[in-house]
C-alpha cells in the first residue's frame, strides 16, 4: 500500500512570505504528527492530529498552523516566514493512537527560506 | 519534561564489528520507546519498538532492550554491514500519544 506522501519535497521562498505543505497519511491512519528536522535542533514535535481535532502542540510559536481534513489529510502553514524556518518538515501517520503503534514517515518537505 | 539522552556521533565501525549506541531517557509514567533509521534523503523508518520494561525489540539483527530500573533502551547490533550506515534516533512517545520525543541522533558510519 501507498506510504505517508508529502508535497511539494522541495521548496524555496523568501522571508515574509507564508506556505503550505501537505501530507496526505497512509489509507486508514486518522493519526497524523508534524515534527520539524534541523541540524542545531534536531527533530521537534510540531502538531498531533486525530480525526480533524488536534490533540497536542509542540513549543513553537503561532506562525505555524496545522489542520486536519475529514479524509485525514493533513496541511500544515508557516506565516511571515523567517531564515530560522529553513528545515525538513517531516510528517508522520499511525493506525493506532495512544503512542502504542508504529508512526510511518513521509520523506519531508525541505523548506529553504531566503 | 521527557527527554531522550543519546550517544554522539559519528560511531564508526569496520564491517562485522559490534554495535552499542546508547539511549537514556527521563519520563513520567510508562513510555513506549523506539529506535529509528534515518538513510540519505529519506524519511524516519521504525527499526524496533518496546512498549513495557523488559520488552526486547529486534529487527534486521538490531536489539534493545527496555530497562526501566537504568533508564535506558540502547541499541545493538552484533555484525554490522555497510548498508548499516546511516542516523539512528532514539525515542520515547508519552502515554495516550502519538507525540514522538527524539534523542539528537547518532551517525554510524561503517567501513568495508
Known amino acids: 500500500k501507498a506510504g505517508v506522501t508529502q508535497t511539494p519535497r522541495y521548496l524555496i521562498k523568501t522571508r515574509g512570505q507564508q506556505v503550505t505543505l501537505s501530507c496526505s497519511p497512509i489509507?486508514?491512519?486518522?493519526?497524523v504528527s508534524w515534527y520539524q528536522q534541523t541540524p542545531g535542533q534536531g527533530l521537534q514535535f510540531l502538531f498531533e492530529?486525530?480525526?480533524?481535532?488536534?490533540?497536542n502542540k509542540g513549543n513553537f510559536p503561532g506562525r505555524f498552523s496545522g489542520r486536519q481534513f475529514s479524509n485525514s489529510r493533513s496541511e500544515m502553514n508557516v506565516s511571515t516566514l523567517e531564515l530560522g524556518d529553513s528545515a525538513l518538515y517531516l510528517c508522520?501517520?499511525?493506525?493506532?493512537?495512544?503512542?502504542?503503534?508504529?508512526?510511518?514517515f513521509g520523506q519531508g518537505t525541505r523548506l529553504t527560506v531566503v | 519534561g521527557n527527554s531522550v539522552t543519546q550517544m554522539e556521533g559519528p560511531v564508526t565501525l569496520s564491517e562485522e564489528a559490534f554495535l552499542t549506541i546508547n539511549c537514556t531517557y527521563t519520563?513520567?509514567?510508562?513510555?513506549?520507546l523506539f529506535w529509528y533509521v534515518q538513510y540519505p534523503g529519506e524519511g524516519l523508518q521504525l527499526l524496533l519498538k518496546?512498549?513495557?520494561?523488559?520488552d526486547k525489540g529486534s529487527n534486521k539483527g538490531f536489539e534493545a532492550t527496555y530497562r526501566k530500573e537504568t533508564t535506558s533502551f540502547h541499541l545493538e547490533k552484533g555484525s554490522v554491514q555497510v548498508s548499516d550506515s546511516a542516523v539512528y534516533f532514539c525515542a520515547l512517545s508519552e502515554y495516550n500519544t502519538d507525540k514522538l520525543i527524539f534523542g539528537t541522533g547518532t551517525r554510524l558510519q561503517v567501513f568495508p
Open positions: 489509507s486508514g491512519h486518522r493519526s
Open positions: 519520563a513520567t509514567g510508562y513510555p513506549s
Open positions: 518496546a512498549t513495557k520494561a523488559d
Open positions: 492530529y486525530f480525526s480533524e481535532t488536534q490533540r
Open positions: 508522520a501517520s499511525s493506525l493506532e493512537i495512544g503512542g502504542r503503534g508504529e508512526a510511518f
